[in-house]
């Protein structure tokens, strides 16, 4: 990657056809679609990649089978299709993930209705789903999932979809752009607009939060991408008015010991019937997630007391035997939704179909939509930006990216023949015992094909086949992979979004972040201050995530 300084002098020397604000998976979907059409793309960022919302959902590529209920019949469409798009894109990412749905005597939706309903979906969408879906009585149903009540147990359909790491998925995105020429600045924060006499937008002006440099980055049009900021970016461009409805959801984190699952689960809360999942995480397992509205700094979104106590409601309902309580939650997370505002009173029935706004002055707004239409989403809003751009003298552009079709960097030399395991076996071989089986699998999960490249480049260096944490499968040189190959600038960008430490170590990564404070200082040349202040903004982060203890 390049230094920090040779990015803002492309950043102040290039004339842009397109500036792209927010790192979240639409944003960098929109770069990537950009980029790969030939548009000269930069694409800034307060935070990191997927700091917000996209490090934060439910981690689901699901093909929007309670949007059947709701008769939003294009929706659904929209989300198997793409669904299937990124299994074929991004195959070491999305992965198939069997959802079993019990049925008690008292629940809202009757077996039946589930049975017919799950037959009339898979029609609909012409059987393109990961498996077709098969139908428990109350025995097997338990068999499959001990730890479900038994008590008025009727049954259970186990319907396919699929999961995903939300935060990697961004990353790639953004990685694929970066290869297709776009300039990438994270912590490069937006602080105004610059507009020509005409009034239309020439670029913004952005600060550097690493070095405090304010400068000007010119472009003919920009693209605010930046989810539930994405008021407060128009308010920032002198435009009034609501366009988003956020709502929060939060997910609490436990060991799988405690709540041992073979498939995820789907819950319809105790209270008010809301659809929760209960998904088998590796060695963890999470559950979620709540929706409420929500009206603070989206900076600040975090877990309440209420919040965490209606999930474990939930869990004592489902799964009485495992007994969990405040003190199994390891982790959790919340973020927000930026839901298109709307007049529902419910926050649950929001619509999450997205919305684009074209300002004639070249700001084209992205609010609302999904994780798993993310792809789609971005190359409308290109289109969008095309019509824009051909108004003011740039031509030559493709009409088509080619995203459906171009893997992501991980799936590049992934074959139809490999799945995780065969690709965790090259891994190890190329390693020639530097690491073991559980680290080589975890390379395998975490960078697909690259994890062999990761793997082979470790041979080199005995200290960073090291492990981080004994009895994990991470090493040290992913901390260096993390600065040198995927833009990590922070310590958290390592401990969160790039490790996930943050949400899988039983500490948090409180014991270990020292020692990764230290490897980055020395990749990036931090001083000693610099190194205490990322791990006062570390710490500050777990405090955040475990501030419901005490609210």
């Not at 609302?368 to 824009?388: F, H, P, Q």
């Not at 051909?390 to 960097?409: E, Y």
């Not at 833009?487 to 958290?492: R, Y």
Request: glycine share 8%.
């Amino acid at each position: 990657m390049l230094p920090r300084t040779e990015i803002n002098q492309k950043l102040q020397s290039t004339d842009f056809d397109l500036i792209v604000i927010g790192g979240g998976i639409t944003g960098c979907g929109v770069a990537r679609d950009a980029a790969r059409r030939g548009l000269r793309v930069a694409l800034l960022e307060a935070k990191d990649f997927a700091y917000g919302t996209s490090s934060r959902s439910s981690k689901l590529i699901h093909g929007g089978l309670r949007y059947l209920d709701q008769k939003q019949l294009g929706l659904v469409f929209e989300a198997v299709n793409e669904r299937r798009t990124l299994q074929r894109v991004a195959p070491h990412l999305v992965n198939a993930q069997g959802f079993l749905f019990p049925v008690y005597r008292h629940s809202p939706l009757g077996l039946c209705y589930l049975k017919l309903g799950l037959w009339v979906y898979e029609a609909l969408v012409f059987f393109r789903v990961p498996k077709l879906h098969t139908s428990y009585n109350a025995k097997k149903t338990l068999a499959l999932e001990p730890y479900l009540a038994s008590d008025g147990l009727s049954g259970s359909p186990l319907y396919w979809d699929c999961t995903t790491d939300d935060a990697r998925l961004t990353l790639e995105t953004a990685l694929d752009a970066h290869q297709a020429g776009a300039v990438l600045g994270t912590y490069r924060k937006v602080v105004g607009f610059v507009r020509a006499e005409n009034g239309n937008l020439e670029g913004v002006e952005i600060q550097d939060k690493h070095t405090g440099e304010k400068f000007v980055v010119r472009g003919r049009c920009v693209v605010n991408a930046t989810g539930p900021w994405s008021d407060r970016t128009r308010a920032l461009f002198g435009m009034q008015g609501q366009i988003l409805r956020p709502t929060k959801g939060i997910h609490v984190v436990v060991d799988s010991k405690r709540l041992p699952l073979r498939y995820a689960v789907v819950l319809h809360h105790p209270d008010d019937g809301r659809i929760l999942f209960a998904v088998p995480w590796g060695d963890r397992t999470y559950v979620g997630t709540t929706d409420t509205d929500y009206q603070g700094d989206p900076a600040d979104v975090a877990a309440t007391r209420d919040d965490v106590e209606y999930l474990l409601r939930s869990c004592e309902r489902f799964f009485p035997d495992a007994q969990l309580g405040e003190e199994d939650i390891i982790a959790t997370w919340a973020g927000l939704r930026p839901l298109v505002a709307a007049d529902s009173q419910n926050a649950s029935d929001v619509s999450r179909e997205h919305r684009i706004v074209v300002e004639p002055e070249g700001l084209v707004t992205i609010a609302g939509g999904k994780l798993t239409t993310y792809r789609r989403m971005s190359a409308e809003v290109v289109d969008a930006c095309g019509d824009i751009l051909k108004a003011r003298g740039v031509s030559g552009f493709s009409k088509d990216s080619g995203t459906q079709h171009s893997p992501l960097p991980g799936a590049v030399g992934w074959s139809k023949k490999d799945d995780h395991q065969s690709m965790a076996q090259k891994a190890l071989t190329a390693s020639k015992g530097a690491i073991e089986l559980d680290t080589a699998q975890y390379l395998v999960d975490q960078y697909g094909a690259r994890g062999v490249d990761f793997a082979e480049w470790v041979t080199a260096d005995s200290e960073a086949s090291q492990r981080l944490i004994p009895g994990r499968p991470e090493v040290l040189g992913v901390v260096d992979w993390a600065v040198r190959e995927e833009f990590a600038a922070s310590l958290s960008d390592v401990m969160i979004r790039r490790t996930q430490l943050f949400f899988k170590e039983k500490n948090q990564g409180l014991d270990v972040a020292e020692r990764v404070a230290k490897r980055m200082a020395a990749l990036l040349g931090w001083s000693p201050e610099r190194v205490m202040s990322e791990l006062d903004e570390y710490r500050d982060e777990v405090a955040l995530s475990r501030k419901w203890r005490t609210n």
